[in-house]
């Protein structure tokens, strides 16, 4: 009986070992269905300034993943502004993924970084009480080179166990090829921020 119950104590030793060792502590989301809504919401990078309709990175997304994904970018819009809009528009789609890339326009505008923090942390909060998780998509500062996401991204995602992309912004933005001016990517430029999420949601569980 005492070796059966250490064999036995020593399985699920090895097994709790096992899927420690199988975990990377990567944030996950549930996965989608079929018909699923995704919301993308934001800004001009959004929105697809400085590509045609067709060429935005959620119109890329829909056809990458086959689910609906809705564009909600509003070109110059600060986080204020967004923190007043989302509520309605969660409620409108019922979504079952926001896709959140904001702020931009306030690191333009040099607004209080606490200011951006506080909007964003409650558009993550008005999904989260609606029971929709988030995918954050980092935005580099305003430079002559965009290196790296802005600090408070990876802080917030940090902080709410978020799945986080926080390098294609700032690849795309660091390469003139991919831009259709100072700011705004191209279709190219979509077309890679749309293919980095669809890998991200694929690893995170998202997609099979």
């Given at each position: 009986?005492?070796?059966?119950?250490?064999?036995?104590?020593?399985?699920?030793?090895?097994?709790?070992?096992?899927?420690?060792?199988?975990?990377?502590?990567?944030?996950?989301?549930p996965?989608?269905?079929?018909?699923?809504?995704?919301?993308?919401?934001?800004?001009s990078?959004?929105?697809?300034?400085?590509?045609?309709?067709?060429?935005?990175?959620?119109a890329?997304?829909?056809?990458l993943?086959?689910?609906?994904?809705?564009?909600?970018?509003?070109?110059?819009?600060?986080?204020?502004q967004?923190?007043?809009?989302?509520?309605?528009?969660?409620?409108?789609?019922?979504?079952?993924?926001?896709?959140?890339?904001?702020?931009?326009?306030d690191?333009?505008?040099?607004?209080?970084?606490?200011?951006?923090?506080?909007?964003?942390?409650?558009?993550?909060?008005?999904?989260?009480?609606?029971n929709?998780?988030?995918?954050?998509?980092?935005?580099?500062?305003?430079?002559l080179?965009f290196?790296?996401?802005?600090e408070?991204?990876?802080e917030?995602?940090?902080?709410?166990?978020?799945?986080?992309?926080?390098?294609?912004?700032?690849?795309?933005?660091?390469?003139?090829?991919?831009?259709?001016?100072?700011?705004?990517?191209?279709?190219?430029?979509?077309?890679?921020?749309?293919?980095?999420i669809?890998?991200?949601?694929?690893?995170?569980?998202?997609?099979?």
């Open positions: 009986m005492l070796r059966t119950g250490f064999r036995i104590t020593a399985s699920l030793l090895a097994c709790t070992v096992l899927l420690l060792a199988c975990s990377d502590g990567t944030p996950r989301l996965q989608l269905a079929e018909n699923t809504v995704i919301l993308a919401f934001g800004d990078l959004t929105f697809g300034t400085g590509a045609k309709e067709d060429q935005s990175y959620p890329v997304l829909s056809k993943t086959g689910r609906t994904v809705i564009n909600a970018g509003i070109p110059g819009e600060v986080s204020a967004g923190l007043e809009r989302l509520p309605a528009l969660l409620d409108r789609y019922r979504p079952e993924l926001l896709l959140l890339c904001h702020g931009g326009n690191l333009l505008r040099r607004i209080s970084t606490a200011i951006t923090r506080s909007n964003i942390e409650s558009m993550i909060e008005a999904a989260t009480q609606r929709i998780p988030v995918l954050l998509i980092g935005v580099p500062k305003p430079g080179i290196l790296d996401s802005a408070i991204y990876s917030i995602a940090e902080k709410y166990k978020l799945v986080y992309e926080d390098e294609i912004l700032p690849d795309v933005e660091s390469d003139s090829a991919l831009k259709s001016d100072q700011i705004h990517p191209n279709a190219d430029g979509y077309q890679r921020i749309a293919a980095a669809y890998r991200l949601m694929t690893k995170s569980g998202a997609l099979p």
